[in-house]
């Protein structure tokens, strides 16, 4: 039972995403099938063109060597000479008893004509029936028809193939037609066998593909269903990020209606616990607006932006925040200034801020917080390191995802959405660049931002603003 419940994959426990499948599949297996289906057709086609091709080159070079020796003996315009029995087995003059001097086949001089497929008749001048030989079916019309190829039936039904050559005499006269034809049963088995396994091997083929379809429908599917099942957790998480501050809000607002009178000061402090919650709010949608941006929009304004200006006013910034939980932030600039790249300053001077907030928000006191600059040879690079509470090594994915904190409870007490990195790292992303944690628990983190100098859209920029 619990086996069942595991072997059940999500994919197939949602209604929209089994049925899409169905019909992807469905439709992979139709598509699938009339290709192979017109393969099918196709070599059964190629197969039985090549073998009327080689039947029509067997009957040609037969009819051709008969030709040539017969005419040979040939003297009078319409009379079969009597040697010419011992080229052919069984002849036959129409009207007379069969003639049948040597049945000894290799005295003919083709073996073909006695493998019982073939047959050879004699016409005169006149279109008259004369004699046959070989292995000629009685039903066949006595007729003389002069194209030199033709598909005929007896009266049984059977289809014959045959060649209508003409025949002169030793002196060049036209002495009448030799018809040499075979019979298609031979082709028609042939075929029929073609047929067969094709029959066969079709639905073979198609019930393999229909394995392969639903296969590779979930394939199909499976990216989809991942980013549907983020959109969910997303839209979940953010959901519960929202509840929060507006239950706090409701809750302060229905407190204080429920006081007959308020005054002054406790007025002021329930707009105080509203505004925050107010500010909490907006700083949420923003951010949600940001992330919606940059996942719609990847591309940031092309600015130059002065990397070691934007760090020093963050320092600035955030000295008296730093000061105020009694950690050291200061910066070490090692880069030619001013050190300017192309990208987006406002989203900028976002990710950097992100990252000192953290480590400022996860450094006990006492601690450090210092934020370098470095030039390589492609990238500047940004380091904000702290001698804070580290990460787990596990968590280090993790915490770039959307709403994750490694400690829910100490981040909310930091005020922490959960968004800031996620943020980081699309700002990051955007300008092409990379951003990665290393972190020791207890000992302290350094979040590291490499963004490409760009230096021909740096001329570009410079050049334009000129
Ligand atoms: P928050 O808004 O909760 O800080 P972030 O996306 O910025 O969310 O960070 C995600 C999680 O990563 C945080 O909850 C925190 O646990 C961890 N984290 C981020 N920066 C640091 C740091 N410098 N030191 C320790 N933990 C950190």
């Known amino acids: 039972m619990a086996l069942d419940i595991v072997s059940i994959s999500p994919m197939n426990q949602n209604k929209l995403f089994k049925s899409t499948r169905v019909r992807l599949a469905l439709w992979y297996a139709i598509v699938m099938g009339l290709i192979l289906t017109l393969c099918g057709f196709g070599v059964y086609k190629a197969v039985s063109h090549a073998r009327w091709v080689a039947l029509d080159q067997e009957l040609k070079s037969v009819a051709g060597t008969l030709h040539d020796s017969i005419e040979l003996k040939l003297q009078q315009p319409g009379r079969l000479e009597p040697i010419i029995a011992q080229l052919l087995p069984n002849i036959c003059a129409v009207g007379d008893k069969c003639i049948q001097l040597q049945s000894n086949s290799q005295h003919h001089i083709l073996s073909a004509i006695s493998t019982g497929y073939y047959y050879v008749r004699f016409f005169d001048n006149s279109g008259r029936l004369i004699a046959t030989a070989g292995c000629h079916p009685e039903g066949l019309p006595p007729v003389l028809n002069k194209t030199p190829w033709q598909t005929l039936k007896d009266s049984k039904g059977n289809i014959y193939h045959q060649i209508s050559i003409i025949l002169h005499t030793q002196d060049n006269r036209s002495w009448g037609y030799i018809q040499v034809g075979r019979s298609l049963e031979e082709f028609s088995h042939y075929l029929d066998t073609v047929k067969l396994i094709l029959g066969l091997g079709l639905p073979m083929a198609m019930s393999m593909v229909a394995v392969a379809s639903w296969w590779l429908a979930r394939l199909a599917m499976q990216p989809i269903y991942q980013s549907y099942k983020q959109i969910q957790q997303f839209t979940a998480d953010a959901a519960h990020e929202l509840r929060t501050p507006?239950?706090?809000?409701?809750?302060?607002?229905?407190?204080?209606?429920?006081?007959?009178?308020?005054?002054?000061?406790?007025?002021?402090?329930?707009?105080?616990?509203?505004?925050?919650?107010?500010?909490?709010?907006?700083?949420?949608?923003?951010?949600?607006?940001?992330?919606?941006?940059?996942?719609?929009?990847?591309?940031?304004?092309?600015?130059?932006?002065?990397?070691?200006?934007?760090?020093?006013?963050?320092?600035?910034?955030?000295?008296?925040?730093?000061?105020?939980?009694?950690?050291?932030?200061?910066?070490?600039?090692?880069?030619?200034?001013?050190?300017?790249?192309?990208?987006?300053?406002?989203?900028?001077?976002?990710?950097?801020?992100?990252?000192?907030?953290?480590?400022?928000?996860?450094?006990?006191?006492?601690?450090?917080?210092?934020?370098?600059?470095?030039?390589?040879?492609?990238?500047?690079?940004?380091?904000?390191?702290?001698?804070?509470?580290?990460?787990?090594?596990?968590?280090?994915?993790?915490?770039?995802?959307?709403?994750?904190?490694?400690?829910?409870?100490?981040?909310?007490?930091?005020?922490?959405?959960?968004?800031?990195?996620?943020?980081?790292?699309?700002?990051?992303?955007?300008?092409?660049?990379?951003?990665?944690?290393?972190?020791?628990?207890?000992?302290?983190?350094?979040?590291?931002?490499?963004?490409?100098?760009?230096?021909?859209?740096?001329?570009?920029?410079?050049?334009?603003?000129?």
């Open 246 to 466: 507006l239950a706090a809000t409701q809750a302060t607002v229905e407190s204080a209606l429920l006081m007959p009178q308020l005054d002054e000061p406790e007025a002021r402090e329930i707009l105080q616990t509203l505004h925050r919650q107010n500010q909490r709010l907006t700083t949420l949608v923003t951010d949600l607006l940001l992330l919606a941006r940059l996942d719609r929009q990847p591309l940031p304004i092309r600015q130059e932006c002065c990397l070691d200006e934007i760090i020093n006013d963050l320092i600035e910034e955030f000295e008296a925040m730093a000061f105020s939980v009694c950690v050291t932030l200061t910066s070490s600039i090692h880069a030619p200034q001013p050190f300017n790249i192309v990208g987006d300053s406002e989203q900028l001077y976002r990710l950097i801020s992100n990252l000192i907030i953290n480590a400022i928000q996860y450094t006990p006191s006492l601690g450090k917080v210092t934020v370098f600059l470095e030039r390589s040879e492609y990238y500047a690079v940004i380091k904000v390191q702290d001698t804070g509470i580290g990460i787990p090594q596990m968590e280090f994915s993790q915490i770039f995802e959307r709403f994750y904190r490694v400690n829910s409870d100490r981040s909310r007490s930091t005020g922490g959405s959960g968004l800031g990195l996620a943020i980081s790292q699309a700002i990051v992303r955007a300008h092409q660049g990379n951003l990665n944690v290393q972190s020791e628990l207890g000992k302290g983190s350094t979040f590291t931002i490499r963004l490409p100098l760009d230096a021909t859209s740096c001329n570009s920029v410079r050049s334009i603003s000129l």
